[in-house]
């Protein structure tokens, strides 16, 4: 830049670049701002210094402050706990019963079910228990075993079918596989299982399955087929089907029935998370 | 270049200089019947403002006594018998309405006394030039201060100044904090260290601003910085009151030992008016965006022209159809009735009623209903199809309500609502605490050959069992596909 050219007016060097006539001043950075530049080239130094900063093969540059955000977020945690262990200690002690008939206690329990069901629950039960098939809705009124508040604590905690020691299960028998019916006698059974609910077509079947359904079926489906909530067998009487109530659908789960399994939950979820999400789950329309 | 370009540019360059720098103003103190009035409404409006807060209007126990409280922590603004609840916020966009149409038919009428006699910074800015001329004397002794060399005296001054204008704008930064909180209590808080960190962090934001703009930036707030002057030009007609200055009269200026006096106009140039003038401006030059019509160049040049037996009013709050209109001898004409100040009035008069119904008609009872969006609907055992509903009932009235709730043209429904009906019915009864939001979960179920559609239109029918008065919600009901 050995010619350098200046502005008339201003008095400031131009860059030399000009466009239509039109010139560019040679406007520095401000003073101020360059040294607010340096400042915190100095600063950064300090904070190398201080805090934990760069990283090497083994760990990193541990700061001399000691400073650690995970360190941090423990003790958030602690003082999270020791807050809420006002509720917590109650839940601990107190029976799911006695924890819903206190209403400041419920809604702690509804405030933390909530998001423990949607993390947990809800991939399979649906968001808000909405079920699916082979899933079972627990918004209703229908509950194969047991929709009380310590029944649905018990199949949180232990599960259905799972691996707990504590758990419950019940096997449907495999009728057609191990050949305990024949393929007629569970079109007939099927038949009349549809007229428990009104749905029949045949008169005949319907007659003929009764008989199979009092010899095979009855001791845990109930004579009526409403079911029986201590052994798990699910009304077979009413409105609400888990795996479908068309006739393939009836016909297939006799034969080779499927076979739900609820995991234990007790291993994952504290005691007092599993009274919350009992509690939430209890509130969803169907609690007995 | 062609010499037709050559021909265009400015003879001497420091004419197109784009900087202005500031040139510091020491106002002159100046005496009469504007400044007396600008004392008044100083004085009136600072103790409203400070003393506000303090004022008390008991609402029963429960809630704060305090009679203009915006409590933001619990979601209320208070105005005495007035309460405001979030979501009727317009009211405040009413009020802002009103305020912004009735300073454009002030304006209009009257020129510039929003900025010349009631404005904040105006306000402010002389309130610290008082106590400026307390400490360091009137122009004359603060320009030889600041000519004058370091001293201990100058120390001592500079300092009792700025510390007094601190003080002041520390007054005026807590004094709004109080419109928020508590005032009494705020200001034991305050000044025992136990007021939260949000508090002093605000004080300190408005005691900052109030210092730099009252004391350090001054006019250049209403010359830089604020947009209306920029547009009030609009507002102006040859008919609104400006500051005027009779050219006519008062030229050609020249001093009052002038040997050519009787050739010359009333103006003896004393410079009375551009010396006291707070934004240092020379009003002869006529209107100019700089002037906030405060008008103290009127009791400046009336000073004058009484010592000198002359005419007052060579400067004089007027219209501009006057000033011309006595420059040719007409009588002096003043129309206050002008299509643009008609527009105003009745735009303002439009919003004020509206308001003024809207706070009277102010329901004191809302509800919002939410539908379930998952599931959309259960299936129960006995083939019944059931929906649920969560029922917001904003209790806005000071007292303990209780309602029926039903549904409308939807007979087979029944309702249950946890913690109220169990096992469902047609009406249940629920209650909702004074000033407060009941939540509720709703239920409702029909049979299924009751239900004619996917969805079936309804309407949820809350009856206030004190005065019977209905609100309504409608809503709708979900069953599955046919």
């Not at chain 2, 304006?107 to 030039?129: E, K, N």
Request: aromatic share 10%.
């Amino acid at each position: 830049m050995a010619n350098v050219e200046k502005d008339s007016i201003t008095g400031q060097e131009t860059t030399g670049h000009e466009w239509d006539g039109i010139k560019e001043l040679n406007t520095p950075m401000p003073k101020w701002w360059l040294y607010t530049y340096y400042v915190s080239i100095v600063f950064a130094i300090g904070y190398w210094i201080v805090y934990p900063s760069w990283p090497s093969f083994s760990g990193y540059l541990k700061g001399i402050a000691g400073y650690s955000s995970r360190a941090e977020l423990d003790k958030d945690l602690v003082a999270l706990k020791q807050s809420r262990s006002q509720w917590s200690d109650r839940f601990a002690t107190m029976s799911i019963d006695e924890i819903g008939a206190d209403q400041q206690l419920l809604d702690f329990a509804m405030a933390g079910g909530k998001f423990i069901f949607a993390e947990n629950c809800a991939p399979c039960h649906g968001s808000a228990g909405s079920g699916a098939v082979g899933y079972p809705v627990l918004a209703d009124d229908d509950w194969i075993w047991g929709g009380t508040r310590t029944d649905i604590e018990m199949t949180v905690r232990y599960g259905i079918r799972s691996e707990h020691d504590d758990t419950r299960s019940n096997d449907m028998p495999n009728f057609l596989g191990d050949e305990i019916l024949s393929r007629k006698q569970i079109e007939d059974s099927a038949e009349y299982v549809m007229s428990l609910f009104g749905d029949a077509r045949d008169k005949q079947a319907v007659m003929r399955g009764q008989g199979i359904f009092q010899e095979e079926c009855s001791s845990c489906h109930g004579e009526d087929g409403s079911g029986d909530v201590e052994l798990g067998g699910p009304n077979l009487a009413d409105a609400i089907w888990l795996y479908g109530n068309d006739k393939d659908a009836i016909v297939a789960q006799i034969s080779k029935p499927k076979r739900g399994m609820m995991p234990a939950w007790s291993g994952r979820l504290n005691d007092i998370e599993i009274k919350q999400v009992s509690l939430y789950v209890h509130s969803l329309g169907g609690g007995q | 270049m062609p010499p037709e370009q050559q021909t265009t540019t400015p003879e001497t360059d420091e004419d197109k200089s784009l900087y202005a720098s500031r040139v510091k103003i020491h106002p002159q103190s100046v005496t009469g019947v504007f400044r007396r009035l600008k004392w008044l409404v100083l004085i009136v409006i600072l103790a409203l403002y400070y003393g506000l807060p303090w004022l008390r209007w008991d609402r029963g126990a429960g809630s704060p006594d305090q009679a203009i409280l915006a409590d933001m922590t619990g979601r209320r603004l208070y105005f005495f018998n007035i309460e405001i609840w979030p979501q009727e916020i317009y009211y405040l966009t009413g009020l802002l309405i009103i305020g912004a149409i009735g300073l454009f038919l002030v304006t209009t009428l009257a020129g510039r006394v929003w900025c010349g006699f009631s404005c904040p910074q105006t306000l402010w800015t002389d309130l610290f030039m008082l106590v400026e001329r307390w400490i360091e004397g009137d122009r004359n002794k603060r320009l030889k201060l600041d000519a004058a060399p370091f001293s201990l005296n100058k120390l001592w001054k500079r300092t009792a100044k700025h510390a007094a204008w601190l003080l002041i704008a520390l007054a005026t930064g807590g004094a709004w904090i109080m419109y928020f909180v508590d005032a009494p209590t705020v200001t034991v808080h305050f000044f025992t260290g136990q007021a939260s960190s949000t508090i002093y962090g605000f004080t300190a934001l408005f005691t900052a601003t109030t210092y730099v703009l009252a004391g350090l930036a001054r006019e250049q707030v209403c010359t830089y910085m604020c947009p209306w002057p920029r547009f009030q030009g609009a507002m102006f007609d040859e008919d609104s009151l400006i500051i005027t200055y009779e050219e006519w009269r008062g030229e050609p200026r020249g001093k009052e030992k002038n040997k050519e006096r009787d050739n010359l106009g009333d103006c003896v140039d004393c410079n009375l008016c551009v010396n006291v003038c707070p934004t240092g401006i020379d009003i002869r030059q006529g209107q100019q965006m700089q002037c906030i019509g405060c008008a103290l160049c009127i009791d400046a040049c009336d000073s004058i022209m009484d010592k000198l037996g002359r005419e007052p009013k060579l400067i004089a709050y007027d219209s501009i159809a006057n000033m011309n209109a006595r420059e040719e001898g007409r009588p002096a004409t003043k129309r206050l009735i002008r299509p643009r100040t008609i527009a105003y009035s009745l735009s303002l008069l439009l919003v004020m009623v509206l308001m003024v119904y809207g706070l009277s008609s102010r329901a004191d009872l809302e509800i919002n209903l939410q539908r379930d969006r998952a599931p959309l609907f259960v299936t129960l055992s006995d083939g019944d199809i059931r929906n649920g509903y969560t029922l917001k009932i904003l209790n806005m009235a000071r007292l303990d309500r209780v309602f029926d709730l039903a549904i409308d043209d939807f007979p087979e429904a029944l309702i249950s609502v946890i913690g109220y009906e169990k096992d469902g019915a047609s009406s249940v009864t629920l209650s909702v605490k004074a000033d407060a939001v009941g939540t509720f979960r709703v239920f409702v179920r029909a049979p299924t050959d009751s239900i004619q559609a996917d969805v079936t239109e309804m309407r949820f029918v809350l009856t206030d069992r004190k005065d019977g008065k209905i609100s309504e919600q409608d809503s709708s009901f979900y069953g599955p596909k046919r």
